[in-house]
């Protein structure tokens, strides 16, 4: 089921989401001081573009350091892609198909704000995890 929710997504949403970090990433490569909110906006693009099946948690070991980055980061580019995650969320809520996918999006608005200080997981279980 993730990978059908995962298809439909990258055809109606996702690759114009992916499109808008991989962008982001780019122009924050330019100046050498954005790297780390580049290599952030990377690993959002892959997020964007196949979220069914993976999962947002904390990081134990953010800090300050990281609620800071996150102030600049939502200076330099977040504040652009949350709108974008709205303004598809919505796009995605005229269909009853696509209102699953609107919640996914929504649910990223938090995180295109406040990307630092966060991991991207899998949900899926393997083999040897504890039960």
């Known amino acids: 089921m993730r990978t059908i929710l995962n298809i439909i997504w990258v055809v109606f949403a996702g690759w114009v989401l992916f499109l808008g970090y991989v962008v ?4 924050l490569c330019i100046p050498i001081v954005t790297i780390p909110w580049a290599i952030a906006s990377f690993r959002l693009a892959g997020y964007a573009f ?3 099946g993976r999962r947002v948690v904390e990081k134990p070991t953010s800090g300050v350091g990281a609620f800071l980055g996150n102030i600049i980061w939502v200076v330099l580019a ?3 892609l949350a709108i974008g995650h709205i303004l ?4 995605l809520c005229i269909t009853i198909i696509g209102i699953p996918m609107a919640i996914a999006d929504f649910k990223m608005v ?3 704000l406040m990307p630092l200080g966060k991991d991207i997981v899998s949900t899926r279980r393997g083999p040897f995890d504890a039960k």
């Open 78 to 80: 977040g504040w652009w």
């Open 110 to 112: 938090p995180i295109s």
């Open 50 to 52: 196949w979220p069914f």
């Open 24 to 27: 982001a990433g780019i122009l």
């Open 88 to 91: 598809s969320g919505l796009a």
